[in-house]
C-alpha cells in the first residue's frame, strides 16, 4: 500500500508531503497518547492521532514515520506542517473518527506490523 492509498481509503486530505504519496508503507497505529507510542509501536509507517500539537509531529519523527492522519477533521497550525515538512514528514487530516480511520485501513489491506504478525 502507498501513502495514497491510504489517503484514499481514510478519506484524507493532504496538509504537506504531497510529494510523498507515492511511498510504500506496510503497517500504522492509532493513538492519542505518544508515550504509549514511543512505548510500543515498532515498526509503524502510519501515526493517526487526534492530539493536535508538535508532540504528535516529533514522536512521528523520533519513531521514523512517514507520515501523521490527523482524525476528527483536527487540523495542524502552519509550524506543526513546517515541523513535519522539515521531517520529511506527510500530514493528512479526515474526518473520521479513529476507529472508523483504523477500520477503513485494515479493510483496504493494512494488516500488516509486529503486534499483528505475532498474533496471527
Sequence with gaps: MTLRDAMKAVHAKVLCGEDRLDEEIHSACGSDMMSDVLAFV???AIL???LCNPQAIRTAEM?????????RDKKPTEEMCELAEEAG?????TGHRMFMACGL????GMHGGSDYDRLA
Design 48 to 50: 493517526l492521532t487526534g
Design 89 to 93: 514528514i506527510c500530514v493528512m487530516t
Design 105 to 108: 485501513l485494515y479493510e483496504a
Design 63 to 71: 519513531m521514523d514515520m512517514k507520515c501523521v492522519i490527523f482524525v
Design 42 to 44: 515498532k515498526d509503524q
